[in-house]
Structures are given as structure tokens and as C-alpha cells.
């Protein structure tokens, strides 16, 4: 709570569950939720790599976001073009 309350880019959460797993659960102050990661997975990499291009966006998650975001549009793409399928035969 403190950390949110003094703006902390970044709060590191470990509980049981983390302590178990080897991971972190990472918020950001804004309080997203950015999941858990696990410590050999370039956590440090990623904060060092924010660091050096002097990012103003959180980077955790990116590749899951771009590739969310990839499938939902090839998902949208196949409907919309059912959808003509469907009404060019009538």
C-alpha cells in the first residue's frame, strides 16, 4: 500500500504462491495487474531494457499484448469474411 501511495513505478509482489513458484506478481502505480513472472525469465532484462530506451509504457506483457491483439484481428477478419460469404450466396 505504501508503494502505491508514493507512486512507485513498480511493485514487485511475492506471497506464498510467488515464494513457491520463483515468482513475482508485478503491478504497475497505476494498479495493473501485469501477472506473475517468474525470476529467470528476463524480469531484471525487461526493467533494464525500460531503462535504456527510457520507456513511458510498462513492457511486461508486450509480446502477450501484440499477440492478443494479432489474433483477435485475424478472428474479426474470417467472421467479417464469413459474413460476406454468407451473404453473397443469397
Not at 507512486?7 to 495487474?33: A, C, F, M, P
Not at 501484440?66 to 464469413?82: I, M, Q, R, V, Y
Amino acid at each position: 500500500r505504501e508503494a502505491q501511495l508514493e507512486q512507485w513505478n513498480y511493485i514487485l509482489v511475492v506471497g506464498e504462491g510467488e515464494k513457491t513458484n520463483r515468482t513475482v506478481n508485478i503491478r504497475t502505480r497505476d494498479n495493473v495487474v501485469h501477472g506473475e513472472h517468474k525470476l529467470e525469465e528476463g524480469l531484471l532484462e525487461t526493467l533494464l531494457r525500460e531503462r535504456k530506451i527510457k520507456s513511458l509504457t510498462c513492457l511486461f506483457g508486450v509480446e502477450k499484448s501484440a499477440a492478443a491483439a494479432a489474433e483477435k484481428a485475424a478472428a474479426e477478419a474470417a467472421a467479417k469474411a464469413l459474413e460476406e460469404a454468407s451473404i453473397s450466396k443469397e
